[in-house]
């Protein structure tokens, strides 16, 4: 089992930024990757980003490519979730999110064996 934490939401004015954290504890050598999810009201969860942690490569949701920036420690223990330039459009509940199998679809929420209880992130216009 693996156990995720969120912190670091808040309220912030548009054009303002934020840094999420994400600490795993548990079984984190199961991990594949780790990734954020974002959900509003009576939407489906969306994917935001994520990586691999055997590789360099990271993933977005174009809408915040160049905004957002996912990061992690080499410890396997915390990932982090940059957002600068925020715009109203990113209010939501923010998901930390980890995967334990290869080859999933890194963008699809089904490929996620773990979540954490979300963070909620609102922005002011």
């Known amino acids: 089992q693996v156990q995720l934490a969120e912190s670091g939401g808040g309220l912030v004015q548009a054009g303002g930024s934020l840094r999420l954290s994400c600490v795993a504890s548990g079984r984190t050598s199961s991990m594949y990757g780790m990734g954020w999810f974002r959900q509003t009201p009576g939407k489906e969860r969306e994917f935001v980003a994520t990586?691999?942690?055997?590789?360099?490569?990271?993933y977005y949701v174009e809408s915040v490519k160049g905004r957002f920036t996912i990061s992690r420690d080499n410890a396997k223990t915390t990932v982090y979730l940059q957002m600068n330039s925020l715009k109203p459009e990113d209010t939501a509940v923010y998901y930390c999110a980890a995967r334990t199998r290869s080859g999933s679809n890194v963008y699809s929420r089904y490929s996620y064996d773990y979540w954490g209880q979300g963070t909620q992130v609102t922005v002011s216009s």
């Open positions: 990586f691999n942690w055997s590789g360099a490569s990271t």
